[in-house]
């Protein structure tokens, strides 16, 4: 697993503890800022993904 891929997988994490949070207080700028992280580590882990293709393709 790539660097950017590791840290996209650990962002979500972050995101969902703080969207899960924000629920269990009712506190909606703690869960939209939850999913708001989720969404940036999908985004991030996408670009690790690319980049692996991309490195994998290379090696061919």
Same mark, same amino acid.
């Given at each position: *697993?790539? @660097?950017?891929?590791a840290k996209?997988?650990?962002k979500q994490?972050?995101?969902?503890?703080? @969207?899960?949070?924000?629920?269990?207080?009712?506190?909606?700028?703690?869960?939209? @800022?939850?999913? *708001?992280?989720?969404? @940036?580590?999908?985004?991030?882990?996408?670009?690790?993904?690319?980049?692996?293709?991309?490195s994998s393709?290379?090696?061919?």
């Open positions: *697993m790539g @660097e950017d891929k996209g997988v650990a994490a972050e995101g969902k503890a703080k @969207e899960v949070a924000g629920v269990a207080t009712d506190n909606r700028e703690l869960e939209a @800022e939850g999913k *708001m992280k989720q969404a @940036e580590g999908k985004g991030q882990e996408k670009v690790g993904e690319v980049k692996d293709d991309l393709d290379d090696k061919k």
